[in-house]
T-cell receptor, first 113, second 110 residues
């Protein structure tokens, strides 16, 4: 069984550009969450989707957006990239049931230059 | 969401048992306690989850007192490969968002 897969694994972008990160959850999981992890810190919550609806949003600017598709995969979009957006972006999937643990992908390392 | 407090770092010799305690004074009735392990440049990996009393699996044990205001992750006989950051999280799980704290950086010494 495949785990949570994220693409691409690494990415280099220039300030002001746009980026799209992709996530495929574990088969059968309906919940996908996105996190940003800056070097030396714990992951910070960005978005959570369940059954294609946004269920939670962290303290991030409107430059960050996301969506979930009918097959439960998800995209995270970041516009007008800043140097401070350089981080490891993590996707987590869960069944959506109360008490269910979240399984994380390996992340996408985004570097903004 | 309940805030968690953990030691920033711990050192342990190989082969010893390691106990990492997490405080979560305002835990809600429907909150679960979950621990994750993270290696550099990798996604967090689920270790163990519990609601009350004691939970044990093949890699760790989780002790939760009756008031549930704290929990202790116990790693038996650690090895060098257990060097990682360990996060304690509190929440209802499922489709609820997960909030990470600063984590505990465990360094296992040969």
């Amino acid at each position: 069984d495949a785990g949570v897969t994220q693409s691409p694994t690494h990415l280099i972008k220039t300030r002001g550009q746009h980026v799209t990160l992709r996530c495929s959850p574990i088969s059968g999981h309906k919940s996908v969450s996105w996190y940003q992890q800056v070097l030396g810190q714990g992951p910070q919550f960005i978005f959570q989707y369940y059954e294609k609806e946004e269920r939670g949003r962290g303290n991030f600017p409107d430059r960050f957006s996301a969506r979930q598709f009918p097959n439960y995969s998800s995209e995270l979009n970041v516009n007008a990239l800043l140097l401070g957006d350089s981080a490891l972006y993590l996707c987590a999937s869960s069944s959506g049931q109360e008490g269910a643990e979240a399984f994380f992908g390996q992340g996408t390392r985004l570097t903004v230059v | 969401l309940a805030k968690t407090t953990q030691p920033i770092s711990m050192d342990s010799y190989e082969g010893q048992e390691v106990n990492i305690t997490c405080s979560h004074n305002n835990i809600a009735t429907n909150d679960y306690i979950t621990w994750y392990q993270q290696f550099p440049s990798q996604g967090p990996r689920f270790i163990i989850q519990g609601y009350k009393t004691k939970v044990t699996n093949e890699v760790a044990s989780l002790f939760i007192p009756a008031d549930r205001k704290s929990s202790t992750l116990s790693l038996p006989r650690v090895s060098l490969s257990d060097t990682a950051v360990y996060y304690c999280l509190v929440g209802a799980g499922g489709y609820q968002k997960v909030t990470f704290g600063t984590g505990t950086k465990l360094q296992v010494i040969p």
